[in-house]
């Protein structure tokens, strides 16, 4: 069965780390849906690129997702934390198994901010690591008793979806994506 990501859209989202995690997603063949928390599906990302996301939250409110990812930026990680409908689906989805994976401010903003992970150990933008209970270190974390993948910022968002393609299609599958990035040594170990 082909594996179902959410990548979750705001104003103020970080562009590098939602494109990057999108396409090598999309490598991988997991059916990826954007979704932005606005009423309209168009983004003014951080850096003043337009996304254009294919749903707006209310239209996949109540589908499950294996993953529902959260890119950082300061001001769209903000958006996200101020959505209470966004954070019900987090919820939802970690209720229902699912894994909840944030990148660069979103670890940080977003899931501490909420409570979401009591005891998971995190990474993030390494700026924000006092807002963590459990800070890891590492470019990208997999708390896996928790199920939440975080990342530290736009450089490792590769690594952030390479870390989401193993966790839901296994080393080898990750590897096969890898091997077609031509990717600079300390980027996970796929070499």
Not at 11 to 19: D, F, P
Not at 38 to 63: F, N, P
Not at 153 to 180: C, M, N, R, Y
């Amino acid at each position: 069965m082909t594996k179902q990501a959410l990548v979750f859209l705001s104003n103020g989202c970080e562009e590098t780390e939602a494109v990057t995690t999108i396409d090598l997603l999309t490598r991988a063949d997991i059916k990826v849906t954007t979704a932005s928390i606005l009423s309209t599906r168009e983004i003014e990302c951080s850096r003043g690129v337009t996304i254009l996301a294919k749903k707006t939250l209310s239209d996949i409110q109540y589908i499950d997702f294996d993953v529902v990812i959260l890119p950082g930026g300061v001001k769209g990680a903000e958006n996200f934390r101020d959505c209470p409908l966004l954070i019900e689906k987090l919820k939802q989805t970690h209720q229902n198994g699912g894994i909840v994976a944030a990148i660069c401010a979103s670890p940080a903003v977003v899931l501490q901010h909420h409570n979401l992970f009591p005891h998971a150990g995190m990474t993030g933008y390494p700026t924000t690591k006092d807002a963590f209970k459990n800070w890891k270190a590492n470019r990208v974390y997999f708390d896996e008793p928790n199920k939440v993948i975080t990342s530290q910022g736009p450089a490792t968002s590769i690594d952030f979806a390479l870390k989401i393609i193993e966790v839901l299609l296994g080393q080898t599958k990750a590897a096969a994506v890898a091997e077609q990035l031509v990717l600079p040594s300390g980027i996970e170990s796929y070499q």
